[in-house]
């Protein structure tokens, strides 16, 4: 156990390090405003007439970097500070969450998988872990097979979490790309404005990657207890 938390000690240093710099890339290019003078809500709106997609809302949420794309009820939920803000952050923050609107509509095969994983991971996240734990528990305490299958049931529920963060990485970055050539294309952002988006993109894609290396060392890490521990 002390490896394991070790490790998780690594993985939160290492995301605490890059949420810090994405905050602190977000304070600095919300400092560069737009030349153009739309707020995140207009890029959003923009972004949607652009690709031909009606019947998608864009509202203000609150909370700080709560942006998100909701399918369910086809929203666009653009927080507080780049709902209303008119500078190079809200602008890439916008067009990237258009960006999952984008996929939805033309059915993006990663999104439609990611979308279909949630009800499952939804139960998997929250109890695979304690499983895992019981299950060697039972068997380090009793010897009995049983505790062996319960950790392996919790292995299963574990990949299936850890599966959802890896397919989360190719529908998050293909949502920036889409942002960004859009922004480009249309000529939307000057080129310090454009720099500015891009960089901002790039730092809320490396949060998405630590958490996903993450699970990925979490699982391994719990599959040589199991495994590791039924060969002894």
């Known amino acids: 156990m002390i490896g394991y938390y070790i490790l998780l000690g690594i993985i939160a240093l290492v995301s605490w ?25 207009e890029i959003a709106e923009k972004m949607l007439a652009d690709h031909g997609i009606s ?7 609150s909370g700080r970097l709560t942006d998100h794309y909701n399918p369910s009820d ?8 780049v709902y209303s803000e008119r500078n ?20 993006y095969q990663w999104l439609t998988m990611r ?7 939804n139960v998997a996240a929250p109890i695979s ?3 895992i734990i019981i299950g060697l528990v039972l068997g380090a305490a009793a010897g009995i097979g049983a505790g062996f299958y319960v ?5 299963v529920l574990m990949t ?15 949502a920036s790309n889409r942002a960004l050539a859009w922004l480009k294309n249309k000529n939307m952002l000057s080129q310090q404005e454009y720099a500015g988006a891009e960089d901002s993109l790039k730092w809320a894609a490396r949060t998405y990657l630590v958490a996903a290396l993450g699970a990925v060392a979490s699982l391994l890490y719990w599959a040589m207890q199991v495994f590791g521990g039924r060969r002894n």
């Not at 890059?18 to 809500?41: C, D, I, P, T, W």
């Not at 950790?151 to 292995?155: I, N, T």
């Open 151 to 155: 950790a392996v049931a919790g292995l």
């Open 17 to 41: 390090a890059v949420s810090a710099k994405l905050q602190s890339k977000f304070e600095y290019y919300s400092k560069v405003h737009l030349r153009n003078g739309m707020s995140g809500a």
């Open 74 to 81: 086809k929203t666009v939920n653009l927080s507080e500070a």
């Open 115 to 121: 979308s279909k994983m949630v009800p499952m991971v």
């Open 129 to 131: 872990q304690w499983l």
């Open 55 to 61: 019947g998608v809302r864009v509202i203000s949420t």
């Open 88 to 107: 190079a952050a809200a602008a890439a923050v916008a067009a990237h969450e258009v960006g999952h609107a984008v996929q939805h509509a033309q059915a």
């Open 160 to 174: 299936i979490a850890t599966i959802f963060s890896v397919v989360t990485l190719p529908v998050e970055y293909d």
